[in-house]
């Protein structure tokens, strides 16, 4: 991932980052284990599968902010335990904590999955790590037929991110994260816009489960 678009203000993207993974949170914890099965908006993921990778990628960043994000370990994706939603939700605390300790906007994160020779700044960092849960939110969201909605001040953030991931051939690779981009409606909202840009159709279909009973964000 390419994408160059930075907050301005480091502090209030940190802010908005933990909106995100918070929101993620709120949402796993809806699910049931019966829930794992189902299919996603992530290709041919099940929810189990988006899960394990979704851990998988805060333990990552996680140690990537505290200066160990060479290290292969902290990127494995392993199978769901016998507490796939106190496991997630460990790790998202864990990676809210980590970005937390980051001096500032222009400390070097390595990030083996995006680049092996190269370094990223802080703020770029945890800008792709915010566009991801973003998304991912949503994925889970339709997976589990519940509404999503995050604050505008989120999505105001993360749509020029959103914008700025290369739309090119690393998509069509396997265990890509983004599709290729489609076209958003020319009445398209923030979110949809976000989807769209990539590869997302806010139109997927998920599962009957009836009626949300809340929405998840603001």
């Known amino acids: 991932m ?3 678009a930075p907050h301005p203000d480091f502090a209030g993207l940190r802010r908005l980052h933990t909106e995100a993974v918070r929101d993620s949170v709120t949402l796993v914890r809806r699910m049931t284990p019966g829930d794992l099965s189902r299919p996603t908006p992530c290709s041919a993921w099940t929810l189990a599968d988006l899960l394990a990778h979704m851990t ?3 333990h990552g ?3 990537a902010a505290r200066g160990a994000g060479r290290e292969p370990a902290h990127w494995s994706v392993r199978p769901l335990g016998t507490d796939p939603v106190g496991e997630y939700t460990a790790a998202a605390e864990n990676v809210i904590a980590a970005f937390a300790t980051v001096e500032g906007p222009d400390q070097a994160f390595a990030l ?3 680049s092996v020779g190269r370094t990223f700044r802080a703020a770029r960092a945890i800008g792709f790590h915010l566009i991801d849960y973003v998304v991912h939110s949503w994925d889970v969201a339709r997976t589990l037929g519940l509404a999503y909605t995050p604050a505008p001040e989120l999505l105001r953030a993360a749509l020029p991110i959103a ?3 290369p739309d090119d051939d690393s998509r069509l690779a396997p265990g ?3 599709r290729p981009g489609l076209t958003a409606g020319e009445d398209a909202d923030m979110l949809e816009q976000i989807l769209t840009a990539l590869g997302r ?3 997927w279909p998920g599962p009957e489960r009836g009626a949300a009973t809340r929405d998840v964000g603001r």
Do not use: Y
């Open 2 to 4: 390419n994408a160059s």
């Open 56 to 58: 998988a990628q805060h």
């Open 61 to 63: 960043f996680a140690a």
């Open 112 to 114: 083996p999955e995006f």
């Open 163 to 165: 914008r700025a991931v």
């Open 176 to 178: 890509s994260a983004f």
């Open 201 to 203: 159709s806010p139109h």
